[in-house]
């Protein structure tokens, strides 16, 4: 495992076995988690422990290989490329509260939605957990601002990486590190059912959000390859399941796409079916991507969904687009660099 995947506790014990005393694991653990990009920067570590160190561990901080900052809303959107030569986006969106990083759990995605430009590829890899937390915590450095939210809501599919985005959860989380709330963090899914049920075992007090965008298996099935392992009418009984497990409500995810879901009948069927679920809407009019035919629903279309859903008694916002001008939408900046350079 990479040192800066390791918890606190294990970079004491590691201190241990290399017969320094384990304060030096809290000494070091602070370096790496303000992001420190060589050994050279720890001047409280003796130099023969630096040394071995670099030797066993050599460090590496991911390059900005691009940088995009919307003119519209200053959302900033960063192209990463990892130690392995592999590039992954991270998304700086600044709101009212504070700023939020929406950032990537995996090199491309095998989930296959028809709508989404980071499956486009399929998957190349998972990140390991400090690979998520350099997007977190280099973004901040990078571009000056804190940070104090995060989603797990870019390229990837988090819960087919649960391992180590449960292990990322707790190095940004842990005091000694960036220290962020996990009431602070959302994380997204296409509908995993046996992961989620997992995850609720964790008793996280993290938001989900699960990406239904569509109130049928008849039309989930055509845009969502992963409803046919696990159809709607499964995945909703996950949801109740991880509510009764955490006491959170499950905010859902729900891209608005031309003739395809976004009509009143498809509203009530919504509302027929959460009966009795704690849920929130995030209407999302779907951002096109080039390689599809699919587009966005109508101001007038969403709206209308909008009024449906409260009138039901569902909360339902529209999500605001930010970063309309830079290709701010999952997988796009990453798809347009990979094509240029092939
Ligand atoms: N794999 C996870 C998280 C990544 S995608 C998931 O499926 O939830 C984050 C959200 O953006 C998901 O709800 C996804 O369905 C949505 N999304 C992907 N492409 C989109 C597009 N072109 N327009 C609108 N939303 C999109």
Not at 42 to 51: C, I, S, V
Request: aromatic share 6%.
């Amino acid at each position: 495992m990479k040192l800066k995947s390791m918890t606190l506790r294990e970079m004491e014990v590691l201190m241990k076995e290399l017969g320094q005393p384990a304060f030096r694991g809290k000494q070091l653990y602070t370096w790496l988690h303000k992001g420190a990009r060589s050994y050279d920067e720890m001047t409280n570590l003796p130099k023969d422990l630096r040394a071995v160190l670099e030797e066993k561990y050599p460090i590496y901080a991911p390059v900005a290989v691009r940088r995009q900052e919307s003119k519209l809303d200053g959302t900033r959107k960063y192209l990463w490329q990892l130690e392995d030569g592999n590039c992954v986006e991270t998304v700086l969106m600044r709101y009212h509260y504070g700023n939020s990083v929406c950032i990537s759990s995996e090199v491309g995605c095998r989930m296959g939605c028809a709508f989404c430009a980071s499956t486009l590829g399929g998957l190349v890899r998972k990140l390991e957990p400090h690979e998520m937390l350099d997007q977190v915590l280099f973004t901040q450095l990078d571009s000056g601002l804190p940070i104090s939210h995060i989603v797990l809501m870019g390229i990837g599919e988090p819960l087919d990486n649960l391992e180590n985005v449960l292990r990322f959860l707790e190095l940004v989380n842990s005091k000694e590190g960036m220290n962020i709330s996990l009431r602070h963090i959302s994380l997204s899914t296409c509908g995993l059912v046996p992961k989620i049920d997992e995850l609720a075992r964790q008793k996280l007090q993290l938001t989900l959000s699960v990406s239904l965008h569509a109130p049928n298996d008849e039309i989930r099935d055509t845009i969502m390859p992963v409803n046919r392992a696990y159809p709607v009418e499964e995945l909703l009984a996950a949801c109740r399941r991880y509510y009764q497990a955490t006491n959170r409500r499950i905010s859902f995810e729900y891209a608005m796409i031309n003739g395809v879901n976004d009509a009143p009948e498809h509203a009530k069927e919504l509302l027929r079916r959460l009966k009795g679920l704690p849920a929130h809407f995030n209407l999302i009019p779907l951002n096109h991507v080039e390689e599809s035919p699919l587009k966005p629903s109508t101001k007038a279309a969403v709206a209308k969904f909008q009024k449906l859903l409260e009138d039901g008694g569902v909360t339902a916002t529209v999500r605001r687009t930010l970063g309309g001008d830079i290709d701010a939408s999952c997988g796009q900046l990453r798809r347009k660099h990979t094509k240029e350079n092939q």
